[in-house]
């Protein structure tokens, strides 16, 4: 008896807890960024003292305990008036057809569009439902990108110099080249958190764009390309090559992303892969480091290289809120010029504005002039099978550690494919 009293007290203090600031002169935000908090409150405090409007920034972190708070909330309808979700699009599209999203795309388009040309178009697909979208949502943009990001490799530019390298290559057989003048005066080539599959993953995406691009890519997704195609092979001997030259940082595979990038931060390695958030971390362990950002060297030369970036963090206007256009203006008043450029100086991230890109710092350029090359699982018309990406992800590190060729690797692949394919259809 007492236990059902207790537990019906936790969960009427977690409702009291969850639920909206009815003041109507209070809009509260709930996210995870830890490393952000101060600098909200900073902009917060802006925003009151401009419209005598009080926004609460209510942080819940790590990223999984507040995924489940908005799964929580959703279900008992007490979610706040702006909050992010951090689950796939799949999860996102469940969201918005519960009706706990609103759709923002006639915000976005008043004013002949002003809002949405401000920002990054392919940050703001990531909030987009397009026309005839698999999830069934209505077309709409249901998210506000309050920065973006890419992946790409960084290069570091003394240890190149010192290795007689006189810019960074602009083709895989350029790296290889440096690879081995690296090598010669004792400095590792690539680091990159590899144990962490989703990163490793992305490199390899990156390449099978270049390889053979999107079309055939979507359709080994929807299983009309088997992975034992020569361009698939292709990808995994970007592999091979990688161990037999030597280029890859010892342990590589196994290394958490967080350690990848103390190792690069540290000069222990002259070429890194790792995404634009890397600025702020790299600046606080080493602010003496001198590097830049590139894309991966090209193989194919005659296709682009594509590189992930979308949207870094988003947050939703709760369509059940009595504040929701309080909301919105909010919104748009922190994706706005002035307010982005003190949000990316605050947190050395890419804003999603399009127009504060001439006040940032240039390693942030650098990573912002490839805005154009990039895609996103997110913004696909068709994704793996969760269970094949595993498996991808896990031959790639057999390939990288020697214990499988590209064609045994692919083989595997192919087999959990036509596996995922068949319980697929058997569950139609």
């Known amino acids: 008896m007492k236990l059902k009293i207790f537990l019906f007290c936790l969960c009427c203090f977690f409702l009291f807890g969850c639920m909206q600031n009815t003041n109507s002169n209070t809009i509260t935000v709930w996210h995870w960024m830890t490393d952000r908090q101060d600098t909200f409150e900073k902009l917060a405090n802006q925003y009151q003292q401009l419209t005598g409007i009080e926004v609460k920034f209510e942080l819940y972190a790590p990223s999984d305990a507040y995924s489940q708070k908005i799964i929580a909330a959703a279900q008992a309808r007490v979610l706040p008036d702006i909050y992010g979700i951090l689950k796939e699009k799949e999860k996102f599209a469940v969201f918005v057809k519960s009706g706990f999203v609103a759709d923002l795309t006639e915000e976005f388009q008043k004013n002949e569009g002003i809002w949405e040309k401000s920002l990054f178009a392919k940050a703001l697909n990531v909030n987009r439902f397009e026309e005839g979208n698999i999830y069934s949502v209505k077309p709409g943009i249901y998210g506000v990108p309050i920065d973006v990001m ?59 764009f270049n390889i053979m691009g999107e079309e055939k890519i979507m359709a080994t997704y929807r299983g009309e390309v088997p992975y034992t195609d020569n361009d698939w ?45 890397c600025v702020n971390v790299y600046n606080g362990m080493n602010p003496d480091l ?34 929701k256009d309080k909301a919105i203006d909010f919104l748009k008043w922190l994706t706005s010029e002035r307010q982005q450029v003190f949000l990316s100086a605050e947190t050395k991230n890419l804003p999603s504005n399009r127009h504060a890109l001439s006040s940032i710092p240039e390693i942030l350029s650098q990573f912002a002039s490839a805005m154009d090359d990039i895609t996103h699982p997110s913004t696909w018309k068709y994704n793996e099978d969760p269970l094949v990406t595993e498996t991808f992800g896990k031959e790639i590190q057999s390939i990288s550690i020697g214990e499988r060729s590209p064609e045994q690797a692919a083989e595997e692949v192919q087999r959990i494919k036509i596996r995922q394919l068949e319980r697929a259809k058997n569950r139609r």
């Not at 110099?161 to 005066?185: M, N, S, V």
């Not at 990159?192 to 490199?203: N, Q, R, T």
């Not at 890859?248 to 990038?261: C, D, M, P, R």
Request: aromatic residues 14%; glycine residues 8%; positive net charge.
């Open 233 to 277: 092979v292709e990808v995994f001997r970007i592999f091979e090559r990688l161990r037999d030259s030597d280029a890859l940082f010892k342990g590589i595979v196994t290394k958490n992303n967080k350690y990848a990038e103390q190792d690069f931060a540290l000069e222990r390695a002259a070429f890194a892969f790792n995404g634009s958030w």
């Open 150 to 208: 890419n992946i790409q490799m960084l290069y570091n530019e003394k240890l190149l110099k010192k290795a007689g390298i006189g810019r960074p290559p602009r083709t895989f057989d350029e790296f290889i080249e440096d690879i081995h003048a690296l090598r010669r005066i004792g400095v590792d080539g690539l680091i990159s958190g590899w144990g962490e599959l989703w990163l490793l993953d992305c490199f390899a995406s990156n390449y099978a």
């Open 290 to 323: 001198e590097y830049g950002a590139m894309l991966p060297p090209k193989v194919n030369p005659n296709l682009p290289m594509r590189i992930w970036g979308a949207a870094g963090s988003s947050f939703m206007v709760n369509n059940s809120s009595k504040k």
